[in-house]
């Protein structure tokens, strides 16, 4: 019988299963791409943590933030938990997600950041991070023409990584005009990471669309 899979924001789980999602995170990912798991906790207008349950159990989350300006939701963080991985859960997740974002009220248009395999330490890691692409690809999503996004250090442990950019806008046809693609990689620096326009990465990442 299959699992049955579920999506609840992690505000309304108790704090056991709060614990259990905390730990899904610091496995899954590694310090220089974390922030403190109490910051992506802490729901508001502009942000939230959505839950995936295996039949009633967190096996998975998405923290999402709304980039209200161009009309985005920013995928800070999508992954399942180790132990249920290979199951086909991350797209169930990910098809499951969609409308419990737009059930918050907030558009249907999501973005995110996916490590660049070019800049991967070994072969290994180039091979993981391709593998992360495909598995976005199978999903719907789209890479964006953007040659020189890099994303800013936000663990205070780490230089600014180079990133691609990835998408889901199902009236895209899997392209976006290049104003929609300046306009998110604006919005993702000036309302996700706060810098300035004038600032060097803002100013190169642009110079890059289309490239």
Do not use: N
């Not at 938990?81 to 907030?106: H, I, K």
């Not at 995110?112 to 598995?135: K, L, M, N, S, Y």
């Not at 964006?144 to 250090?153: E, F, G, H, K």
């Amino acid at each position: 019988m299959t699992p049955v899979l579920s999506v609840r924001r992690l505000s309304s789980l108790t704090a056991a299963d709060a614990a259990v999602v905390a730990e899904i995170y610091d496995q899954a990912f590694p310090p220089h791409l974390q922030v403190p798991f109490a910051e992506l906790a802490a729901a508001g207008p502009a942000d939230d943590l959505l839950v995936g349950l295996l039949d009633g159990r967190p096996a998975g989350f998405a923290a999402v933030k709304l980039l209200d300006r161009h009309g985005w939701v920013f995928l800070r963080y999508f992954c399942v938990a180790r132990s249920v991985r290979r199951q086909g859960l991350g797209l169930r997740f990910w098809r499951l997600l969609l409308p419990a974002v737009r059930e918050l009220g907030w558009p249907g248009r999501i973005a995110f950041e996916c490590e660049h395999p070019e800049h991967a330490p070994d072969a290994g890691e180039r091979q993981v991070c391709a593998g992360r692409i495909e598995f976005w690809q199978r999903c719907g999503c789209f890479l964006l023409p953007v040659t020189d996004y890099v994303m800013p250090d936000i663990s205070g442990i780490a230089d600014p990584e180079p990133m691609l950019l990835m998408a889901w806008d199902p009236a895209a046809g899997g392209r976006l005009a290049e104003a929609a693609v300046r306009g998110l990689v604006l919005a993702l620096y000036l309302d996700r990471y706060r810098l300035e326009p004038d600032h060097p990465l803002v100013r190169r990442a642009l110079a890059s669309v289309g490239g």
